[in-house]
């Protein structure tokens, strides 16, 4: 490639940009600092690739785009989706993509006015419909894209095929199985289950024990755990902090403490992955198999059994997580839920519907309506409230289009050898065995499983039977 000696210019600029943001991220790197992470990422996506050096350099690279090597292509390929959604997030909201999320999240999820909420719910979820259909159709270059459509080119056309067969084909299976298994039997609500007697500060003491058996995984990171105000990870180093919604019982901070493990080890593990592209399905991916693991086996019962005393045999702590991890939940929507079945049904709706308000077979402003509707179609009456289940949908669309589909197929991908039971190679064979013959460093995840795949048949069958003798094995 030749530059010109304006270009050049420009270049020199930038590296110069650079190497203050450089002196910057060190200084917040020395002394620990929370707001380095947030510096880092802001100064430099928007300082330096909205200056006019950098999007000179940018288009230059474009207009050269054959001589790249693969690696820089992907590079200029973040850069485009970088610029392509600060083009469309300034055109529909009028600033920045970053600061508009911000905002949302603010107004969405602080928000207790209904009048306030109902003045900008259907103009905001309308704007927002719009950026992602924009975004798409450049990204891919489609035009007039459909819901489907744009998943396909997201996870690929065997993943979202079959998955979208699947559910559209067995959604009224899946719901006659829930109101037949589930709540034609009675089944316990949460608040009728009893709870492992364990207090907050017992619950993080056990987490950070857990860690310690699970060292060889984590490799030279540490982790640490506590409560607070809402659940999230942080990043300093090599050293991550695991932050805990507040306590509400020990079996459903154990979920989302496993939750978090399971993201955490994907952010340990994902510069080695090859498909960068699927890297949101394998973070979603090792969350959702990280939760299973109290009901899959009865080791975290037994290592729950040993760290605390007296608190029941091995079998009897594994009943109790069953128990709490199959008692059904009065406001299935609750962020709280860790029922298996009805977070997929939940998912099945918003998957539904967010496939029909992007198409616009329904309003933004028919949205919330709806989800009560099918709320009561598929889990009967409940005390889901309004705001709860408007929650729901902000939360899902703002992480991006295809989450409740790209869940239900990680759900299904679980049971793709067959149900969980040490018969079939099941995602979580290999990993036990490792961990029962303390070999855990030799350990790596069956990529089959946390790669976008076709999703067989028979795989919702097998849920089926699996959760049935799970609820048999509790409940008779």
Request: charged share 25%.
């Amino acid at each position: 490639m030749q530059y010109t000696v304006s270009e050049l210019r420009g270049l020199f600029d930038t590296l110069d940009l650079i190497e203050e943001l450089s002196q910057k991220y060190e200084y917040f790197d020395k002394y620990q600092l929370d707001q380095r992470d947030n510096i880092f990422q802001v100064e430099f996506m928007d300082q330096h690739l909205k200056s006019q050096n950098s999007k000179m350099i940018y288009h230059y690279f474009m207009n050269h785009i054959d001589e790249l090597t693969l690696y820089e292509k992907k590079g200029i390929q973040k850069i485009s989706d970088y610029y392509l959604k600060e083009k469309y997030a300034k055109k529909y909201f009028a600033k920045n993509l970053k600061e508009a999320k911000d905002e949302f999240k603010v107004k969405w999820l602080e928000c207790l006015t209904p009048k306030l909420f109902e003045l900008s719910f259907e103009e905001d979820l309308d704007n927002l419909r719009l950026f992602y259909f924009d975004y798409y159709s450049e990204k891919f270059h489609l035009h007039s894209p459909t819901y489907q459509e744009i998943l396909l080119q997201i996870y690929g056309q065997d993943f979202v095929c079959s998955s979208c067969r699947q559910i559209k084909k067995h959604r009224d299976k899946v719901i006659q199985f829930y109101h037949s298994h589930f709540l034609s039997k009675k089944y316990p609500t949460n608040a009728d289950v009893c709870e492992l007697n364990i207090t907050q500060q017992q619950a993080i003491s056990f987490f950070h024990f857990f860690l310690l058996q699970v060292n060889a995984l984590i490799k030279s990171y540490r982790i640490s755990v506590e409560f607070s105000q809402r659940a999230l990870i942080k990043k300093e180093n090599h050293k991550f902090s695991i932050y805990l919604s507040p306590y509400h019982s020990f079996s459903i901070s154990l979920f989302e403490f496993l939750k978090l493990f399971g993201e955490v080890y994907f952010n340990i593990h994902s510069k080695n992955k090859k498909n960068e592209e699927y890297s949101f399905y394998q973070k979603e991916a090792f969350r959702y198999y990280a939760t299973l693991l109290p009901i899959i086996s009865q080791d975290i019962a037994q290592m729950i059994s040993k760290y605390f005393i007296e608190i029941g045999t091995t079998e009897e702590v594994f009943h109790i997580l069953l128990k709490n991890f199959l008692a059904l939940r009065r406001n299935p929507v609750s962020l709280t839920n860790i029922n298996v079945i009805q977070l997929f049904v939940v998912d099945m709706i918003s998957y539904e519907l967010e496939e029909k308000w992007f198409n616009g077979e329904i309003s933004s402003s028919e949205l919330l309506e709806k989800w009560k509707e099918m709320i009561e179609e598929y889990f009967g009456k409940t005390s889901s409230n309004q705001f709860e289940i408007t929650l729901r949908i902000f939360q899902l669309l703002l992480e991006g289009l295809g989450i409740p589909l790209l869940k239900l197929g990680i759900t299904l991908s679980t049971f793709e050898r067959g149900m969980l039971t040490t018969q079939y190679h099941h995602p979580f064979k290999s990993l036990l065995e490792h961990y029962r013959s303390q070999t855990l460093t030799q350990w790596l995840p069956n990529m089959e499983f946390i790669n976008p795949h076709s999703i067989k048949e028979e795989t919702l069958q097998y849920m089926f039977l699996y959760l049935s003798q799970l609820c048999n094995h509790v409940y008779q």
